[in-house]
């Protein structure tokens, strides 16, 4: 072969390597320098390592499985459960299992802090999982490592995405009420308000809408969405865009009749399928019958609105980049090395 072309065509399979593997490379992050913090508010560089417990606590995954799997056979929101709690716990001082720390006499965590207070739920089933594991491999696993592992499990579970979870998170002392009033974001604020929390995390608007899609499982309490039934803003009128779907807006208001009462009463998510983790979320958003405030006004933003759209259309996509932002959320703020602990019981500090 003429040496021109043999130089030509090893340039270009070099060039399309190079693209494919940083493309996947990207796709699954993995194995970064510390960043709690990188100048930028949080960093999502981590010395997280997917093989962190391979020769310590070789049995971890198998038994986080079984575990969640255990749990949902008598409940199957658990699962959707387990993904907020991941959630809940990374988005104050990072993913340290904070979240799970008792109150005690002397000391107040997040269990009952606004968001979380008679809404998070999981944590029998978080401390089942690690007296398992301490039976197996004592002292070794921590407490925010078994959460990230059970949201996985928990996708995985309701026919989501699988994802390798990089391991090696230390657990707090402690852990901060205020933190969680401030950081979770609310069901009742603007989208911009919402952004900016994900942003000061290290996270972007793209991962405000993927992540997002976790409310294709799972139910929400009446309180959190009334408002739009019967009085929106004040009109005495529902909420134009949920009146457009009449069928589901009647199914709501029987389900949360506009009496105090109807309060802790649930409702699906993602009504079409809430114990399916499909792409559903996004097409519901797309026929305005997205069930919070804070969903349906994703597509109010023409950016998210646009991804909105190419997930209601593509499942593979979202799948895929479900994972990459779970990835990204698991890996705020962690604690590493000789930071933090390794809790017995992940209810107490010690
Ligand atoms: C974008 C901002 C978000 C807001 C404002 C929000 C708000 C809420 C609210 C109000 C509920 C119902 C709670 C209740 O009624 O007790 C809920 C449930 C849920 N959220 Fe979110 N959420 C957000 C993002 C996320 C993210 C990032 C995830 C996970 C990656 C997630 C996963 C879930 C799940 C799975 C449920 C159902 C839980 C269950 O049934 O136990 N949410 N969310």
Request: proline share 5%; with cysteine.
């Amino acid at each position: 072969m003429d040496h021109k072309i043999s130089m030509y065509l090893f340039v270009s399979y070099l060039a399309i390597f190079t693209l494919f593997f940083k493309g996947f490379v990207s796709s699954f992050p993995s194995g970064y320098n510390n960043g709690y913090n990188n100048g930028h508010g949080y960093g999502l560089t981590s010395n997280l390592n997917y093989r962190f417990y391979d020769r310590s606590c070789p049995r971890l995954q198998t038994i986080v499985k079984s575990g969640v799997w255990r749990a949902f056979k008598d409940d199957s929101r658990i699962a959707a459960s387990l993904l907020r709690l991941h959630f809940h716990d990374c988005f104050v001082n990072g993913c340290d299992g904070s979240i799970l720390l008792n109150d005690s006499e002397d000391f107040k965590g997040e269990k009952n802090a606004r968001p979380n207070r008679n809404s998070v739920r999981g944590f029998e089933v978080i401390e089942d999982i690690k007296s398992d594991i301490e039976s197996s491999c004592p002292l070794t696993v921590s407490c925010a490592d078994i959460v990230a592992l059970a949201a996985r499990e928990a996708v995985v579970l309701t026919g989501g995405p699988f994802w390798p979870v990089p391991l090696g998170r230390r657990d707090s002392l402690t852990a901060s009420e205020q933190a969680a009033n401030t950081n979770i974001p609310s069901p009742f604020e603007p989208l911009e308000n919402i952004t900016a929390k994900f942003v000061t995390l290290g996270l972007d608007l793209k991962d405000v809408v993927v992540l997002s899609g976790a409310h294709t499982i799972g139910f929400a309490q009446c309180f959190v969405f009334k408002h739009r039934l019967f009085n929106f803003k004040g009109s005495g009128q529902p909420d134009p865009n949920l009146a457009a779907s009449s069928a589901l807006l009647s199914k709501l208001k029987d389900t949360c009749p506009n009496v105090d009462s109807s309060d802790s009463k649930l409702a699906a998510l993602d009504a079409a399928s809430s114990v399916k983790f499909d792409n559903a979320y996004y097409v519901n958003l797309m026929n305005n019958r997205g069930l919070l405030d804070s969903d349906q006004t994703l597509m109010t933003n023409p950016t998210a609105a646009a991804l909105v759209k190419s997930y209601s259309e593509n499942p593979y996509l979202f799948s895929k980049d479900f994972a990459v932002s779970m990835v990204k959320m698991g890996n705020i703020g962690v604690m590493t090395g000789s930071d933090g602990v390794i809790r017995a019981k992940c209810g107490f500090p010690g």
